[in-house]
């Protein structure tokens, strides 16, 4: 297996919404990246 070449710090922090849009803040992006579940997978098909 190889060595890692970086680690990097991750905070991701879920907003109390009906669509858990969930936020990644990622060390060294300015901005927080957004992401949410597809409906498929939310509902377990």
């Known amino acids: 297996m190889s060595?890692?070449?970086k680690?990097?710090?991750?905070?991701?922090?879920q907003k109390d919404?009906?669509?858990k849009i969930r936020e990644a803040y990622?060390?060294?992006?300015?901005?927080?990246v957004l992401y949410g579940?597809?409906?498929g997978v939310?509902?377990?098909n």
């Open 7 to 13: 680690l990097t710090n991750i905070t991701i922090v």
């Open 17 to 19: 919404t009906a669509n």
């Open 26 to 32: 990622i060390e060294g992006f300015e901005e927080p």
């Open 3 to 5: 060595k890692p070449i």
């Open 37 to 39: 579940v597809h409906g």
């Open 42 to 44: 939310q509902e377990g």
